[in-house]
């Protein structure tokens, strides 16, 4: 079936790093692929996503590329901040109505100044 | 996108008893998923709840362990039953909803003692 594998952490960069965090899938059709993440004591939150190839999400500094050849959709931004601290999960929709979502196992970052 | 209002945010129980988290989302809506995240792990799908009809349950969950309710298109319910310290987790519902694709409610983080 369709899975999702995710780079494990935890990461830890210092202030104004470059981040990328990788992510890679298996999927049958043509899925969507996001983005999530969470901060401490909160809920998830999607941070950006991508619905076809050579899509790129956006969101807040960070960028991700739906590229279909290497299967893959990594998490990067250019400069971390320390609010940036949080756990990042990809996530996979196969597309199908009614399908849930398919997340990997996310990643950890840790911001230090 | 539609707006999901989950109860309670968290409790403490006793190993044996049963919990009943609720979902309100404030549109009509067809499908329903309930998620696991255990600490430090992952969202794990446990069911999709579909209204009047049975909820479909992924492998390794039980409808015994993790009956749920869909009586109408804006509520359902998951009800966590005989629970020993092992259920201990964060329990989410999620739809399918608006140009985001995907709603979250808060979760619900449930110990057990």
């Known amino acids: 079936g369709d899975s999702v594998t995710q780079m494990e952490g935890p990461v830890t960069l210092s202030e104004e790093a470059c981040l990328t965090i990788?992510?890679?899938?298996?999927?049958?059709?043509?899925?969507?692929l996001f983005w999530y993440v969470q901060y401490p004591g909160e809920g998830l939150q999607l941070l950006l996503k991508?619905?076809?190839?050579?899509d790129k999400g956006s969101n807040k500094g960070f960028e991700a590329t739906y590229r279909k050849e290497t299967t893959s959709f990594h998490l990067e931004k250019g400069s971390v901040q320390v609010s940036d601290s949080a756990v990042y999960f990809c996530?996979?929709?196969?597309?199908?109505?009614?399908?849930?979502?398919?997340f990997g196992k996310g990643t950890t970052l840790s911001v230090s100044s | 996108s539609a707006v999901i209002s989950q109860k309670p945010s968290r409790d403490i129980c006793q190993r044996g008893t049963s919990l009943t988290i609720q979902c309100q989302v404030d549109?009509?809506?067809?499908?329903m998923f309930w998620y696991r995240q255990q600490p430090g792990q992952s969202l794990t799908l446990i069911a999709t709840?579909?209204?009047?009809?049975?909820?479909?349950?992924e492998s390794g969950f039980v409808i015994d362990k993790f009956p749920i309710s869909r009586p109408n298109l804006t509520f359902s319910t998951l009800t966590v039953s005989n629970m020993s310290p092992e259920d201990s987790s964060i329990y989410l519902c999620?739809?399918?909803?608006?140009?985001?694709?995907?709603?979250f409610g808060s979760g619900t983080r449930l110990t057990v003692v």
């Open positions: 999620s739809v399918v909803s608006g140009v985001n694709g995907y709603t």
């Open positions: 990788n992510c890679t899938y298996t999927a049958t059709g043509y899925p969507s």
């Open positions: 549109s009509q809506v067809t499908m």
């Open positions: 991508a619905t076809k190839a050579d």
């Open positions: 996530a996979l929709s196969s597309g199908q109505a009614g399908t849930a979502l398919i």
């Open positions: 709840a579909n209204q009047g009809s049975e909820a479909t349950y």
